[in-house]
């Protein structure tokens, strides 16, 4: 196994490096340990950080390359050094090899408490978005006054401190070990590759800790406009109050997850409890991972997975507890994409649309007829054809391979459809509802209508069977 290890330190004689070599030559047995030089690295400018200074680089490739990475940092102040924090931050804005690594924290202090504030700090940046490494939980290695704990040949004195470093790097072994079978497992299923912890930021992130003001902490970092200010859109331009009431006034519930999948809109015209899929204000600026429930993740990631990947532009799928000829919400999620076809986030849209199809019926004078080659789901009420819908496995939606009924013929003199087993329905003369004599149980996912061109009458037609919520659809 191949690692390499970084002391966060640049001064001359570092305890840290000097642990770090330490631990190379007494446990090459167990993995090839190549320790670092971060001398030559500069002090981070943002506006300067092109990707290509030789140091960084050189830095960057040894990483991506090794199997983990083994961090020493001293404590300075309460937390980490100064020199540890540069060379994260090169590592993390144009270039990102710590994503998805695995790393260990080790530390050496001249003090009693041996770096213990300084690796939680060290921690916590790691695992910060942007960075996305992969920090072995467990057992702390804090090497306290490190200036009386080696001897005059490099190796620490304590036979003790020798066996509790030997047990750790031996975890940190397994550790890596342990990831690498799970990227194994990701190879065979694609999908698990979709990061809903925003590890992978793009042009358009933000770079912002996480918080419930994320929206107005974002607007005063970019200096975003407001009010009155006016945005140019590809075909119009209107005020950013404008854009408020035509998206607020939209006849469903819209969504917005950028292709970090990041959470960063939705359009805020009902409180939360009175939405169909609940949002709250401080949500937005959230990670996929952090408003999904665990259950629904690997579905998440299945259709995220699908849209990025082009495998699909839409997925549609009912909500569970849907209830027939009264309650049908439905969620929609489209890929959006720029004009280089770059994959840019997910559009969900939410709504009801029973009311739609309810309206449709009563101006139209027609009812809808289960057809009984479709079996109801006992949970969701979404329609199976035959024995069974198989799910799609890369979206969870559902394939139907029934043969539809027939089309109802229609009639010459009046353009209405007649069958043989249903009678024509006879519209209502004071609200335009259709009466029929035969008592029919209706299911809003089995039939819509084609208008007769002639004479505007409709000819049932079949529709795509919806997805079972039970065999793969979530919420995302």
Known sequence: MKLVAIAGSIAEESFNRQLLVFAANQYAAQADIEVLNINDVPVFNQDEDTGANAAVL????????????????????????????NIIEWLSNKLHPLANKPVLILGASWHDQG????????????????VGALVMPGDEFLLANAKDAFDELGNLKDQRTVAFLGTVITKFVKWVHVLAAM???????????????????VDTSIDLPRSDDWVEQGAAKTGAVNGDKYVELDRGLLTVDQLNWFLNSMPMELTYMDDNDQFIYYNHALDHDD??????????????????????????????????????????????????????????????????????????????????????????????????????????????????????????A??????????????????????????????????????????????????????DASTGASESVPTPVFPDAVTGATEI
């Open 58 to 85: 050189y830095l960057a490739r040894k990483i991506e390359q090794a199997d983990g990475v083994i961090f020493a940092t001293p404590e300075h102040n309460h937390t980490l050094a100064p020199a540890m924090k």
């Open 115 to 130: 770096s213990s504030r300084a690796q939680l700090s060290l921690r916590q940046v790691l695992e910060a978005p942007g």
């Open 183 to 201: 990227q194994e497992k990701k190879a065979a299923q694609p999908w698990l590759q979709e990061d809903l912890t925003g590890h992978h930021p």
């Open 398 to 451: 559902s394939e139907s391979t029934s043969t539809p009924a027939a089309t109802p013929t229609p009639d010459a003199s009046t353009g209405a459809s007649e069958s043989s087993a249903t009678p024509t329905p006879t519209p209502d003369a004071s609200t335009g509802a259709s009466e029929s004599g035969t008592d029919t149980a209706a299911d809003a996912s089995t039939s819509a209508s084609k208008a």
């Open 275 to 396: 939405m169909l899929a609940s949002r709250y204000p401080k949500q937005v600026g959230d990670m996929a991972s952090e408003v999904h429930p665990p259950r629904a993740v690997a579905h998440v990631q299945q259709v995220i997975w699908a849209l990025r990947q082009h495998q699909t532009d839409l997925v549609s799928m009912p909500v569970p507890g849907n209830k027939v000829n009264e309650k049908y919400i439905m969620h929609f999620y489209r890929a959006m994409r720029d004009a280089d076809d770059r994959y840019r986030g997910v559009n969900e849209w939410v709504l009801d649309i029973w009311p739609i199809i309810a309206d449709y019926l009563k101006r139209t004078g027609q009812k809808l007829v289960q057809d009984p080659s479709h079996k109801a789901d006992a949970t969701t009420g979404a329609s199976q054809a035959g024995a069974s819908a198989k799910p799609d496995a890369s979206t969870g």
